[in-house]
């Protein structure tokens, strides 16, 4: 029943064959401060990472021109910080980058940790299209994960974002030993916030060894293709983002997620620090898929919708 109706829902509100590529790249690796449990970025883990400084404007505008020429129309930097509060210097270098890169033609979306409410206002006014903050997991199961910054930390930047009138991405990871009651608890909270993200990136926990996390078992298919629809029937106008974890899956395994109601993906060899599928082999499932790059959209396209939280209960629940 969920999978049909997530497929009514999807083509009532998206063009169904219609594909954003987006890419993400590690501007800023590894020394983070923060406890992640599934994070090989974490100081406190021994991964094998070394940590880096902020990469130079020439080399993060090269990578955005490559991205572009291969497709993407959405271009995410990450920086493994917990806060970008004390940053002036490295904060103004990617406000730059910003304007830079949103001049080529692409959304800009950026994921620099938790941020204050002045900094979201000067990320706006260089042209940013989204911030990305996930919320991981449930409010009940996020302890269990992260003990450096609350739930409500969280929601305090989601609340800066959005008042700057920046579009927000925020999603979760399943694969953390969590219950299927976090997972829906994850989606609900997503989808009673004051508007729906624009952005709902869904991620497969790719464990790395060193990390807490390290032995986990790998998320099965199925599992991924009902959180991808549950996510597509509660929050029908959100960009529904197969994110990490997709290099596991084959081919016929991401056209079942497309057809649960995913519309993007993240193209490129690494998702931050680790390993994605290649611009070919994605170029190749478009073709053979039957896929359509999406272009990309600005400040004009309509607001997102009012969460609807008896709705959102239902649907969650189905």
């Known amino acids: ?8 829902v999807h083509r009532h509100v998206h063009k169904f064959r219609e594909v954003q ?30 940590a880096q400084k902020l990469m130079n404007k020439d080399a993060v505008l090269e990578a955005a021109k490559k991205a572009k020429e291969a497709g993407s129309t959405r271009f995410c930097m990450g920086a493994a910080w917990r806060e970008t509060i004390g940053r002036k210097t490295n904060f103004n270098q990617i406000l730059e980058y910003v304007k830079e890169i949103r001049g080529m033609g692409m959304e800009v979306c950026c994921t620099l940790g938790m941020i204050e409410k002045q900094q979201a206002e000067e990320l706006k006014k260089a042209g940013l299209t989204a911030y990305n903050h996930n919320l991981d997991t449930s409010r009940e199961y996020y302890p269990n994960i992260i003990t450096t910054r609350s739930y409500d930390d969280r929601l305090q930047t989601l609340q800066h974002v959005r008042e700057a009138g920046i579009s927000i991405c925020s999603g ?30 869904i991620n497969a926990l790719v464990a790395v060894k060193g990390t807490p996390l390290g032995d986990q078992k790998p998320v099965e298919i199925w599992e991924m293709i009902r959180m991808i629809a549950t996510a ?5 106008k959100a960009m529904v983002r197969l994110s990490a974890g997709r290099v596991r899956f084959s081919m016929p395994e991401q056209a ?6 995913a519309n993007s993906i993240f193209a490129g060899e690494k998702l931050l620090t680790t390993a994605n599928n290649d611009f070919d082999a994605d170029q190749a499932m478009f073709k053979i898929l039957g896929l ?22 239902q649907a969650a629940s189905m």
């Open 1 to 8: 029943m969920k999978i049909r109706l997530q497929a009514q």
């Open 21 to 50: 590529q987006c890419t993400l790249l590690s501007i800023k690796t590894g020394g983070c401060s923060e406890d992640c449990s599934y994070c090989p970025q974490s100081s406190r883990y021994d991964t094998g990472l070394k």
């Open 172 to 201: 979760g990871i399943i694969g953390l030993g969590e219950a299927e009651e976090d997972r829906v608890g994850l989606l609900h909270t997503l989808a009673t916030l004051p508007a729906h993200p624009e952005s709902v990136p």
């Open 232 to 236: 597509r029937i509660v929050m029908p």
């Open 256 to 261: 079942l997620c497309f057809l649960a109601g």
């Open 292 to 313: 359509i790059p999406k272009a990309p959209s600005f400040g004009d396209e309509e607001a997102p919708a009012p969460a609807d939280t008896e709705r959102s209960e």
